[in-house]
């Protein structure tokens, strides 16, 4: 995978993404556990599968990948490939059961914001200004592609927090605002896990060695980086909350759909009943042009095939102008209005006011991907991983089941 105009044209549509997945079933999997460390630079991506901006819209689902990476392999040797499409998952189901978590870094961010205008080293940081290569050429990667390595972000945090000595918060709304696939969850939690806050007394602290290995010595370093292990902030613990993931859906023959940015794979659909779908990416957070623009085309793209394959009757809104929500609604005759389950982020507090505002009867459809995880995300990742092998069961096809 490279980081150029075809590779995003690819990826905002089912059948583009479907061709990416082929490519990288085909060619890179095989050698994925081995590789998957490696940043050999902007144009050299192809020790991984460049598929998180689909998977985060879930223009793929991730049941899917599975089921089509098990008529290839053994699942002893794609197990650490699943290891890390589960791991977004375990991060949102988290999230679900701590969604206080997202609100005091909301919050957090709120307090530090005269910060931005004020602090030089946080100025330098963002316009890759601060004379250490390595960082200055990741940030002018990112605000150019809106694409980092996986391994790179833990890099940049590392960095960011424990030598830059900014706060954890800023970092992530920085990613958040220029990563084409950022999620909340994902971002947010990943930056605290990095800063120590997920697992107490746990950080990631970034080495000169660990950076030069896996980026092939691309870059000089000064002859003594310091990176502080102090405690960033003081670490606080959420209580997880139950969470509800019953789809409540009914079988009226009244119902329309509500499809939002955050999940396009339109599972939950009957054929030809009413759609009414986003059309423009909802800013809330200050997402970066970049960022505004992919989502755009992923959204153009997605009305296009509601149009096609699934509907006649596609009708489209903004949510600058959500009351058109409600006289599609009524012009309708609708009794329910069906949308898959917002996460925590930008429409779990949305929906239900639009709900309340327009007296709609809205109800919740729950991926069996989520429901089968998150029972197991309101602890450690390895809590859940120990289960990884049994849900995903549910997915694979034979013949290669027997080798589990």
């Not at 042009?289 to 296009?304: G, M, P």
């Not at 450690?380 to 694979?396: D, L, P, R, S």
């Amino acid at each position: 995978m490279n980081l150029n105009e075809k590779y995003y044209e690819s990826i905002i549509d089912h059948h583009g993404s479907k061709l990416l997945l082929e490519n990288f079933v085909n060619e890179k999997l095989p050698s994925y556990r081995s590789k998957r460390n490696f940043d050999f630079g902007t144009y050299e991506k192809n020790c991984v599968s460049g598929l998180s901006p689909a998977i985060c819209r879930r223009i793929l689902i991730e049941k899917d990948i599975i089921k089509r990476i098990s008529n290839q392999f053994s699942y002893g040797h794609v197990e650490k490939f699943i290891d890390e499409i589960c791991w977004r998952t375990y991060w949102k189901g988290w999230l679900e059961h701590r969604p206080q978590v997202w609100y005091d870094y909301l919050e957090d961010l709120k307090q530090l914001y005269p910060l931005k205008f004020d602090n030089l080293d946080y100025k330098n940081a963002i316009s890759g200004s601060t004379g250490l290569e390595c960082f200055d050429t990741w940030v002018n990667e990112l605000l150019k592609f809106g694409y980092l390595h996986n391994h790179t972000r833990m890099w940049f945090a590392s960095l960011w927090i424990f030598h830059l000595k900014l706060p954890w918060q800023l970092g992530a709304e920085f990613f958040y605002q220029n990563l084409i696939d950022a999620d909340s969850a994902s971002n947010t939690l990943s930056w605290r896990w990095v800063a120590g806050l997920q697992t107490k007394g746990k950080k990631y602290i970034a080495t000169v060695d660990n950076i030069n290995r896996f980026t092939n010595n691309r870059f000089s370093f000064p002859n003594k980086l310091i990176l502080s292990d102090e405690e960033v902030t003081s670490y606080k613990f959420y209580e997880p909350a139950h969470v509800a993931t019953n789809s409540n859906t009914s079988k009226s023959k009244n119902k329309g759909y509500l499809i939002t940015e955050e999940d396009l794979s339109f599972v939950n659909i009957e054929k030809n009943c009413p759609i009414i779908i986003q059309s423009q990416s909802y800013n809330k957070f200050g997402q970066s042009e970049h960022v505004e623009s992919f989502s755009n085309k992923t959204l153009k793209n997605a009305i296009q095939y509601c149009k096609n394959e699934i509907s006649h009757n596609v009708s489209t809104f903004t949510w600058e102008n959500a009351e058109l929500i409600e006289k599609w609604v009524k012009t309708h005759n609708l009794d329910e209005l069906e949308i898959i389950a917002p996460t925590i982020g930008k429409y779990e507090k949305i929906i239900p006011k639009l709900a309340d505002r327009f007296n709609l009867n809205i109800s919740y459809y729950y991926h069996d991907w989520d429901t089968s995880f998150w029972k197991y995300s309101d602890k450690g990742f390895f809590k859940m991983k120990k289960q990884i092998k049994n849900i995903v069961a549910q997915f694979w096809e034979t013949p290669l089941f027997k080798n589990f």
